[in-house]
C-alpha cells in the first residue's frame, strides 16, 4: 500500500492561488496514477485530476481545466495541485489517492473506485 499524506488547504479569497502537496511513501510509483479528487458537503467526491507517475501524462475535470495544474516531482515522491483562480464552488476537502496500473489495459483515471490508496484530506476554502 501506498500512504498518502496531503498539505497545503486553507482559507483563501475568490480569485486566489493555493498550492496542495501530496507526500506519498511506502512503494516505488513507476507504475502508478496519482490522482486528486475533492468531496463539498452534501456532495459525492469527484474526480479533479491526475498524472501517470512515469509518463506525465494529465488529465483534468472540466470545471477545473485551465485553473489547476497537477504534477509531480519523481525525486521527492511528491504530488502537487496548483490551484488559480480559485471559485467558492472549489470548496471541499481535497484528497490525494494512488492507483496502480497493471499491464498495458486502459487507464481509468476519474473513477474513484480505481484508486486504492487515499490521504486523509485537507481542507480548501474559498470566501467570496
Known amino acids: 500500500q501506498v500512504q498518502l499524506v496531503e498539505s497545503g488547504g486553507g482559507l483563501v479569497q475568490v480569485g486566489g492561488s493555493l498550492r496542495l502537496s501530496c507526500a506519498a511513501s511506502?512503494?516505488?510509483?513507476?507504475?502508478?496514477?496519482m490522482g486528486w479528487f475533492r468531496q463539498a458537503p452534501g456532495k459525492e467526491r469527484e474526480f479533479v485530476a491526475a498524472i501517470g507517475w512515469n509518463s506525465g501524462s494529465t488529465y483534468y475535470a472540466d470545471s477545473v481545466k485551465g485553473r489547476f495544474t497537477i504534477s509531480r516531482d519523481v525525486a521527492k515522491n511528491m504530488v502537487y495541485l496548483q490551484m488559480n483562480s480559485l471559485k467558492p464552488e472549489d470548496t471541499a476537502v481535497y484528497y490525494c489517492?494512488?492507483?496502480?496500473?497493471?499491464?498495458?489495459?486502459?487507464?481509468?483515471?476519474?473513477?474513484?473506485?480505481?484508486?486504492?490508496?487515499w490521504g486523509q484530506g485537507t481542507q480548501v476554502t474559498v470566501s467570496s
Open positions: 489517492a494512488a492507483q496502480y496500473q497493471e499491464g498495458g489495459g486502459t487507464v481509468v483515471v476519474d473513477s474513484r473506485v480505481r484508486y486504492a490508496s
Open positions: 511506502g512503494r516505488t510509483l513507476s507504475r502508478y496514477y
